[in-house]
């Protein structure tokens, strides 16, 4: 059974960096051929995709964030990460890391609520 579980900070003040870690267990993050995403939840809105690191190491981001955006990967700690820049209040939101197989998003973190505020 894969698990993924947030890490990070809850409370973030404006212009500053958002940094988040998903630790998964159960499963290699170097396994052919998933990818691994961030994808967050602003309140009172839907689903937003962030972006995903493959397998390989391949990176992809949501081109709304991507001058903002930084992921990377720890393969010694099977951890992926998230390092979001300048962030707002706008920023607000629960945070889940996944699994992604093809079209699906088949394990997800429980999510981890980050709030930007001074």
């Known amino acids: 059974q894969v698990q993924l579980q947030e890490s990070g900070p809850g409370l973030v003040k404006p212009s500053q960096t958002l940094s988040l870690t998903c630790t998964v267990s159960?499963?290699?993050?170097?396994?052919?051929?998933?990818?691994w995403t961030w994808i967050r939840q602003p309140p009172g809105k839907g689903l937003e995709w962030i972006g995903y690191?493959?397998?390989?190491?391949?990176?992809y981001h949501s081109p709304s964030l991507k001058s903002r955006t930084s992921i990377s990967r720890d393969t010694s700690k099977n951890q992926f990460s998230l390092q979001l820049s300048s962030v707002t209040p706008e920023d607000t939101a629960v945070y889940y890391c996944?699994?992604?197989?093809?079209?699906?998003?088949?394990?997800w973190g429980q999510g981890t609520q980050v709030t930007v505020s001074s």
């Open positions: 690191i493959t397998y390989s190491g391949s990176i």
């Open positions: 159960g499963g290699s993050i170097t396994t052919s051929f998933y990818y």
């Open positions: 996944t699994r992604g197989d093809g079209w699906l998003h088949d394990y």
